[in-house]
């Protein structure tokens, strides 16, 4: 099977975003991530039904189980990797030339909505989860959260794709 990029454009422009985001991060302020970070502390706050205190230039942090969610908890990676991938099958998969200059925007639209979604479970799991219970107990707390991240993101991503690739192929004569 050959594959027929019919606008690399869309892949260019997103690779020099995804790049540029990249490098930013680093220097970037708690402030740039508040728009990821909030709705996924607020969720939790309303899920578990506590109190979730934001600490300016810090994060939001769950006092009765002694979690911060900063800028390390972001999902802005996630964020990220799923543009990449959205632009690269929407790329591949739209024909019509109209719907392929759209393509950067639902991607940005798409992922953030994914991200939320994925992080909020992320989070959640990783509190939820029993700690000391004989399935997890002897695994290092930072090993299991990190494998939490891993194992949830990667779902999310799988399913996504299969989802979107699933809703463009039904719709082939149409996009």
């Known amino acids: 099977m050959k594959l027929q990029i019919k606008s690399p454009v869309n892949i260019l422009i997103a690779g020099l975003i995804f790049v540029g985001c990249k490098i930013y991060f680093p220097s970037a302020e708690l402030n740039f991530f508040k728009l990821l970070i909030w709705p996924v502390a607020w969720t939790i706050g309303v ?47 739209i024909k019509n030339k109209v719907l392929l200059i759209s393509i950067i925007p639902i991607s940005i639209f ?11 479970s992320r989070i959640l799991i990783s509190i939820l989860l029993p700690r000391s219970s004989v399935l997890f107990g002897w695994i290092p707390s930072q090993v299991l959260h990190e494998s939490i991240g891993v194992f949830c993101f990667l779902c999310f991503l799988i399913i996504a794709t299969l989802v979107l690739e699933k809703f463009l192929s039904g719709s082939q004569t149409h996009v």
């Open 110 to 120: 798409l992922s953030y909505f994914l991200t939320l979604l994925a992080n909020t």
């Open 47 to 93: 899920v578990l039904g506590l109190p979730i205190q934001y600490v300016p230039e810090i994060g939001y942090f769950l006092y009765d189980y002694n979690i911060l969610i900063d800028k390390s908890c972001s999902g802005y990676n996630f964020f990220l990797l799923s543009f990449m991938i959205f632009v690269i099958t929407l790329t591949l998969k």
